[in-house]
């Protein structure tokens, strides 16, 4: 038998190779050719730019000063070149699986450059205005996705996050209407938001109804009942009942007075905070927590949870109620927050564009997060476009959000997949 001596030094041994099988390369694959048809879509934007100067406006209503110019097709050009780079980088997989996110990222930004620079080329386009209708078209969305996150994470499918927000909104005009304070309205928002959870949960939680049905039944009875007490009182006595008082902007010293950023981020509303602070929340207590790890066990195999001693019930009834108070406030924004005074189905489906934030950014807080900042610079970006006159209808910019949410669920950009058991009643044996 051969010794070994004390002092010998195995040697190291190969890295194992990462073998990309047949599933993973057709999803490559897939994805690349995705990534490269926008990625040629705004080097064909760059190329066609009119020569001249995009202006770009820093900060809302001032025309005289604060704006950006820059050479429109140069820039574009640059843009969509690193566009085209990003995407080839990803199909040869020259970078990592792990930051194809990022890629996907740099892509978006480089292909909304060149499509801005190609739309204000020779114009001043109003972009502080742009950042800041995103932010107020999106605050209702991300309240509502992340609703949808805390129910659909614990296993039950929330579709009544319309129905909450039009309950929220037509609650806080008439209390901010009658007491004159926007902190009992937003508390009245959230109280009615959870009124309407509780009913979610109940039957789908306790009496097992189907709860996409339930979630629709939810949505009309919203809207019938919003709808007839806004004829019944509202109409008649508008003066005092819905006159509700919008909440003032509140600029936070020192980070309000950051160029560009400050006045978008840091001038608003105490509703805009408690976003802010709800997406962060969120977050923290679904991944950091352990009632946040029960709710996902509860949501993903409810019968294990329940062997090692979680109440699944209970879990699901606190995720829906707490969820409620978030679409609660969603809907307050609509009133107390933006327009002023309550209309009847003045939500206008956002509800459920909230419910595909959730979907597209795949259940969690932040991806939900970015997803509805996408659809409110869609929205916003398609009437600033109707400002300066671009020839490309608006009509097409509101499809690309649902267009980018059906290219994620039929798994064009990698697996979606909701918690295994949303939607499935659990009964206890």
């Given at each position: 038998?051969?010794?070994?001596?004390?002092?010998?030094?195995?040697?190291?041994?190969?890295?194992?190779?990462?073998?990309?099988?047949?599933?993973?390369?057709?999803r490559?694959?897939?994805?690349?050719?995705?990534?490269?048809?926008?990625?040629?879509?705004?080097?064909?934007?760059?190329?066609?730019?009119?020569?001249?100067?995009?202006?770009?406006?820093?900060?809302?209503?001032?025309?005289?000063?604060?704006?950006?110019?820059?050479?429109?097709?140069a820039?574009?050009?640059?843009?969509?070149?690193?566009?085209?780079?990003?995407?080839?980088?990803?199909?040869?997989?020259?970078?990592?699986?792990?930051?194809?996110?990022?890629?996907?990222?740099?892509?978006?930004?480089?292909?909304?450059?060149?499509?801005?620079?190609?739309?204000?080329?020779?114009?001043?386009?109003?972009?502080?205005?742009?950042?800041?209708?995103?932010?107020?078209?999106?605050?209702?969305?991300?309240?509502?996705?992340?609703?949808?996150?805390?129910?659909?994470?614990?296993?039950?499918?929330?579709?009544?996050?319309?129905?909450?927000?039009?309950?929220?909104?037509?609650?806080?005009?008439v209390?901010?209407?009658?007491?004159?304070?926007?902190?009992?309205?937003?508390?009245?928002?959230?109280?009615?938001?959870?009124?309407?959870?509780?009913?979610?949960?109940?039957?789908?939680?306790?009496?097992?109804?189907?709860?996409?049905?339930?979630g629709?039944v939810?949505?009309v009875?919203?809207?019938?009942?919003?709808?007839?007490?806004?004829?019944?009182?509202l109409?008649?006595?508008?003066?005092?009942?819905?006159t509700?008082?919008?909440?003032?902007?509140?600029?936070?010293?020192?980070?309000?007075?950051?160029?560009?950023?400050?006045?978008?981020?840091?001038?608003?509303?105490i509703?805009?905070?408690?976003?802010?602070?709800a997406?962060?929340?969120?977050?923290?207590?679904?991944?950091?927590?352990?009632?946040?790890?029960?709710?996902?066990?509860?949501?993903?195999?409810?019968?294990?949870?329940?062997?090692?001693?979680?109440?699944?019930?209970?879990?699901r009834?606190?995720?829906?109620?707490?969820?409620?108070?978030l679409?609660?406030?969603?809907?307050?924004?609509?009133?107390?927050?933006?327009?002023?005074s309550?209309?009847?189905?003045?939500?206008?489906?956002?509800?459920?564009?909230?419910?595909?934030?959730l979907i597209?950014?795949?259940?969690?807080?932040?991806?939900?997060?970015?997803?509805?900042?996408?659809?409110?610079?869609?929205?916003?970006?398609?009437?600033?476009?109707?400002?300066?006159?671009?020839?490309i209808?608006?009509?097409?910019?509101?499809?690309?959000?649902?267009?980018?949410?059906?290219?994620?669920?039929?798994?064009?950009?990698?697996?979606?997949?909701?918690?295994?058991?949303?939607?499935?009643?659990?009964?206890?044996?």
């Amino acid at each position: 038998m051969s010794e070994t001596t004390p002092d010998a030094v195995p040697e190291a041994a190969p890295k194992a190779q990462v073998i990309e099988g047949p599933a993973e390369r057709t999803r490559r694959l897939r994805v690349g050719g995705l990534m490269m048809v926008f990625a040629l879509i705004g080097l064909l934007l760059a190329v066609f730019t009119k020569s001249g100067k995009a202006t770009f406006q820093l900060v809302s209503g001032d025309l005289q000063h604060n704006l950006l110019g820059l050479p429109a097709q140069a820039v574009g050009l640059i843009l969509a070149i690193i566009g085209v780079g990003t995407a080839v980088a990803y199909a040869l997989r020259r970078v990592p699986q792990r930051y194809a996110g990022w890629l996907a990222a740099v892509l978006g930004i480089c292909f909304i450059g060149a499509f801005l620079c190609w739309a204000a080329a020779g114009k001043t386009f109003p972009l502080a205005n742009q950042f800041q209708g995103t932010l107020n078209f999106a605050t209702p969305l991300i309240l509502g996705a992340l609703a949808g996150v805390m129910c659909e994470r614990a296993g039950v499918i929330n579709i009544a996050i319309e129905g909450q927000f039009l309950v929220g909104a037509f609650t806080a005009a008439v209390v901010s209407s009658t007491t004159h304070s926007g902190v009992l309205a937003l508390i009245a928002a959230a109280a009615t938001g959870v009124v309407m959870a509780a009913l979610l949960a109940v039957f789908s939680i306790k009496y097992l109804v189907n709860q996409v049905v339930l979630g629709v039944v939810l949505v009309v009875f919203a809207t019938g009942i919003t709808g007839f007490l806004f004829d019944r009182f509202l109409a008649d006595d508008a003066e005092k009942l819905n006159t509700p008082k919008v909440l003032s902007a509140i600029k936070i010293p020192g980070l309000g007075d950051i160029p560009f950023i400050g006045p978008i981020l840091f001038n608003q509303t105490i509703l805009v905070y408690l976003t802010y602070l709800a997406v962060a929340v969120v977050t923290f207590v679904l991944f950091q927590t352990r009632w946040g790890l029960r709710i996902r066990a509860v949501g993903e195999h409810p019968k294990a949870a329940d062997t090692v001693g979680i109440k699944v019930k209970r879990i699901r009834y606190s995720a829906v109620l707490t969820a409620g108070i978030l679409a609660g406030l969603g809907g307050a924004f609509f009133t107390v927050g933006y327009a002023g005074s309550f209309s009847k189905e003045m939500t206008a489906g956002n509800g459920f564009i909230a419910l595909a934030a959730l979907i597209m950014g795949r259940w969690h807080p932040i991806g939900a997060t970015v997803a509805a900042l996408f659809f409110g610079f869609a929205t916003q970006l398609q009437s600033q476009l109707q400002i300066i006159q671009t020839p490309i209808p608006g009509e097409l910019l509101l499809m690309a959000p649902y267009l980018a949410t059906i290219i994620a669920v039929a798994g064009l950009v990698g697996r979606v997949r909701a918690p295994k058991a949303d939607g499935e009643p659990y009964v206890t044996e």
